[in-house]
């Protein structure tokens, strides 16, 4: 019998070039929000996509059970425009481009595009990591199979009466974020998760736009907690940030292992059950699994289940070769690309990034431990002390981030000025 870890590496190691073009990959999630402060209207939202493919050069992918379009693709660019979820949330998903700027174009074009029509009906895209009116909100899943599985699935905690669990299970319906994949090579993947992994913090500081509105929560950066302190997080492996810089490839692959399986496909029927570790997977005798219309049954786990496996790390290792950057909420427009222009520009400078997290004292002061400095740098308020401490690393990332995009020379370092600003605001309020 093959083992999980092994498995795992043919998912996630052997799609990865030995010298791959740098390619950037942005997707893109925006809550639609009915300005009148009342729930979004869903009809609308699905009238949209209608609209987009009845009068520009869309075709349909994708439809729900209703036979509403879900999934569009432009035809020229390969983009897709689709339902994140629930009805509530769109996003943009780009192809592949050598620089930010094609994708900057492509997305002004599709605002240019979908707002007018949104605020025609009061409506409009807004830059937030969480919807305004989530509470009002119909936060049903978009009527396909993934989606209504994975809202089930994560409803299982409700069941649970375990205090570990938030308890807002159907918060997948109303968070958004800014994802950016980048090429990585065999001989530098392994370095770039555990790079990017430290960095977790000062992005929390940059990056912050998830308040959980009408709430107690002292987070700016409320996303970490919906994702961990969820049925995602029932094993700490399968999300979040990294606790450890890993040593080698085996290391990372069995660190890998402790991650979750909680679905499998038999014949056309999605199933979802309580989260296994991939590494107890196989030898589990029965499941116990649950379909989208309420049967239960009784499964035997199989290799071919590796193939729908996917964790919810910060920095993730996908199928084609990348690493995906999950960890940002979405930003507000005039900020669109600073995270993707950070995590390539640092990419791109990798050395000089390595040199700056080994010399910094900053990690020590806080003992390696990389999922509190995460949290502690989510809060609405930071202390004066701590931020002393995080600023003079923020700085020497965001100028490491700048060198990285200047020696490309398309000029998208101008991506990172909103960061620069907030950086300056941060040194400002210590004077």
Not at 400 to 416: H, I, M, N
């Amino acid at each position: 019998m093959t083992t999980a870890k092994e498995l795992l590496k043919q998912r996630y190691y052997e799609p990865i070039k030995e010298q791959p073009e740098l390619f950037v990959g942005i997707e893109l999630e925006y809550p639609v929000v009915n300005l009148s402060g009342n729930a979004t209207d869903v009809s609308l939202t699905k009238q949209l996509l209608v609209y987009l493919l009845d009068n520009f050069d869309f075709q349909a992918d994708k439809y729900d059970s209703d036979n509403n379009p879900i999934q569009l693709i432009d035809k020229a660019s390969g983009d897709m425009i689709l339902f994140e979820v629930s009805y509530n949330t769109i996003e943009f998903a780009f192809t592949k481009a050598e620089r930010i700027s094609e994708v900057e174009e492509r997305l002004d074009t599709y605002l240019s595009i979908i707002q007018p029509y949104l605020q025609n009906h009061n409506h409009e895209l807004q830059g937030w990591g969480v919807n305004p009116n989530w509470a009002k909100n119909d936060n049903r899943p978009v009527k396909s199979p993934r989606y209504e599985m994975l809202m089930d699935f994560l409803e299982l905690s409700k069941a649970k009466n375990d205090p570990f669990f938030h308890d807002y299970p159907e918060y997948a319906s109303f968070i958004c974020g800014s994802q950016v994949q980048l090429d990585v090579s065999k001989t530098s993947y392994l370095r770039v998760l555990n790079a990017f992994n430290q960095i977790e913090g000062p992005k929390a500081v940059l990056l912050a736009n998830s308040e959980f509105w009408d709430s107690d929560w002292d987070l700016a950066l409320s996303r970490d907690v919906f994702w961990e302190n969820s049925m995602h997080g029932v094993f700490e492996e399968n999300a979040g940030v990294f606790p450890k810089v890993f040593k080698n490839e085996d290391d990372y692959f069995s660190y890998l292992s402790e991650s979750a399986i909680f679905t499998a496909k038999r014949g056309d029927e999605i199933y979802y059950f309580e989260p296994i570790r991939a590494k107890d997977y196989l030898s589990t005798p029965s499941i116990k699994a649950h379909s989208i219309r309420g049967e239960v049954v009784t499964i035997e786990p199989s290799e071919e289940d590796f193939k729908t496996h996917r964790s919810y790390q910060f920095q993730d290792l996908t199928t084609r070769g990348t690493i995906e950057f999950r960890s940002v909420c979405t930003q507000p427009f005039s900020s669109t690309f600073a995270p993707a222009a950070f995590h390539l520009g640092l990419l791109v400078n990798l050395v000089n990034l390595e040199n700056i997290l080994n010399d910094s004292p900053f990690f020590e002061a806080f003992d390696y431990d990389y999922p509190r400095i995460r949290r502690l740098f989510s809060k609405k308020d930071i202390s004066a002390t701590d931020l002393k401490m995080i600023l003079p690393l923020t700085e020497s990332l965001l100028s490491c981030a700048e060198d990285g995009l200047k020696s490309r020379g398309f000029g998208e370092e101008v991506y990172l000025a909103p960061l620069r600003e907030k950086l300056d605001r941060l040194n400002k309020s210590l004077d």
